[in-house]
């Protein structure tokens, strides 16, 4: 999949002047010996998360804008012209669409509707509170403000969440697109999917007292039903690709299941000893 990744990025179209930092942990193997125009290899020195390796990029990186992805999805011919675009607006942040792989597999479908749904074309220009960091790009000087907190991995959600609270924009723009090519297993994405869920609560709850933990945990078992019915009205609503969902239904409701009971134990008893998860 990385290969794939790289070579749409060095092959961009009416591109601004750019570095391609590309982060990698263990599995990176062959390309350290690699040699390629634009293109800069980062290691970790041990096995860490995508937001730990987006931390080790954006430290590397200097431009006035830097933009995030990851090695599952491929960027349009276009994507660095039309990030730059976008940052003309008023914006901390800049996303925008992230399509899927027509071919992809049940499982990929299942990891695309539980992770991107809220960012399938077709959709307006538009002013978000969140934005996937996988298809997002951002203002050097907005992102400086924001990376005391990832210190332990760049967590969108969490990191988007202050920007709001500062009066930050979060803007998403359909022309930039990137597409979903898949390849997580169905058991990665599990386990994923409730080691992130527990880190989420962890990190969200830290101000909070025993009762108020007590009170998102027992609401946990809620969370599956009320994503599943927003990622059910936003495909309906777009009138693509619904059968796609109705199919992979049963492997939607399992990740969704995992996250939540990843959140529930979060809650009760916060992050692992470890630190943050390493995928």
Wanted: proline share 5%.
């Amino acid at each position: 999949m990385l290969d794939r990744c790289i070579a749409a990025l060095r092959e961009q179209r009416n591109a601004p002047a750019m570095e391609i930092l590309v982060a990698l942990c263990n599995g990176g193997a062959e390309f350290r010996s690699e040699t390629l125009e634009k293109v800069r290899f980062l290691y970790a020195d041990a096995p860490v998360s995508v937001p730990a390796l987006w931390t080790l990029g954006i430290h590397a990186a200097s431009g006035d804008i830097v933009a995030l992805t990851i090695e599952n999805c491929v960027p349009e011919p276009d994507w660095a012209s039309r990030i730059v675009a976008a940052h003309q607006t008023e914006c901390a942040a800049a996303g925008g669409a992230i399509e899927p792989n027509v071919n992809a597999g049940i499982a990929d479908w299942a990891i695309y509707f539980c992770r991107y749904s809220n960012y399938m074309l077709p959709f307006p220009t538009r002013f978000l509170d969140d934005l996937a960091a996988d298809n997002c790009s951002y203002k050097r000087q907005e992102l400086d403000s924001v990376m005391h907190l990832a210190g332990d991995g760049f967590w969108e959600a969490l990191i988007h969440a202050d920007m709001r609270k500062a009066g930050r924009k979060l803007y998403c723009d359909p022309a930039i697109v990137v597409r979903w090519a898949g390849g997580i297993s169905f058991s990665r994405f599990l386990s994923r999917r409730f080691r992130h869920g527990r880190y989420f609560a962890a990190r969200r709850s830290m101000g909070f007292n025993s009762g108020q933990r007590f009170v998102r945990a027992i609401g946990a078992p809620a969370v599956p039903l009320l994503l599943l019915n927003r990622i059910a009205t936003r495909t309906r609503n777009k009138g693509r690709y619904f059968r796609k969902f109705l199919i992979s239904l049963p492997m939607i409701l399992c990740f969704l299941a995992s996250w939540a009971a990843g959140e529930g134990v979060g809650y009760l008893r916060g992050a692992p000893a470890a630190a943050a998860p390493i995928d």
